[in-house]
């Protein structure tokens, strides 16, 4: 399938900026799909959160032990 992308100068300057090695086609196609991958990812996540439960979360934090992190689980 072929599109015809009419692009303003202002996103081509900076597009041909930050390309690299590989041709703009290339970099649009790489664009599209992290846009794609993001939104699904976000739709993912609120899918998981709308079958989640407050109730569920805090009766699992009640198992947790009670102890100081490790040194190294730390900032």
Do not use: C, W
Not at 24 to 50: C, G, P, V
């Amino acid at each position: 399938m072929n599109f015809a992308l009419r692009i303003p100068d202002y996103y081509r300057q900076e597009i041909e900026a930050l390309k690299g090695d590989i041709s703009i086609n290339q970099f649009i196609i790489t664009a599209l799909s992290e846009k794609i991958a993001s939104l699904r990812t976000e739709e993912y996540l609120q899918e998981r959160a709308n079958r989640g439960s407050r109730e569920h979360a805090l009766s699992l934090l009640k198992n947790a032990p009670d102890v100081q992190p490790k040194a190294e689980d730390t900032f």
